[in-house]
């Protein structure tokens, strides 16, 4: 129903920034919310940060005032940009919508390493 095709991800220095990409397809009028989520590897699958239609944000605390998400209702994508990065940030990071249904996108790494 909602397609996911995610981007950005890499390798980064501590401190450094990335920009994921989320790009949706499909039923586009059904999300009521966008999420992003990681996990790192022996680690739960956690929130990072959300996105509502209306345009509300939420931050996991571990990431509050580093990342920020943010939306181009042009291109129906969403981005998660990353700031001031730390090795702890080092995980597979995915796309999620929610609304009508749940769909998740595949996931893209993103590495903090020196």
């Known amino acids: 129903q909602v397609q996911l095709v995610e981007s950005g991800g890499g390798l980064v220095q501590p401190g450094g920034s990335l920009r994921l990409s989320c790009a949706a397809s499909g039923s586009i009028f059904s999300i009521v919310a966008m999420g992003w989520y990681r996990q790192a590897p022996g680690k739960q699958r956690e929130l990072v940060a959300t996105i509502t239609s209306g345009g509300i944000t939420n931050y996991a605390d571990s990431v509050k005032g580093r990342f920020t998400v943010s939306r181009d209702n042009a291109k129906n994508t969403v981005y998660l940009q990353m700031s001031s990065l730390k090795p702890e940030d080092t995980a597979v990071y995915y796309c999620?919508?929610?609304?009508?249904?749940?769909?998740w996108g595949q996931g893209t790494q993103g590495t903090v390493s020196s």
């Open positions: 999620r919508s929610s609304g009508r249904n749940v769909s």
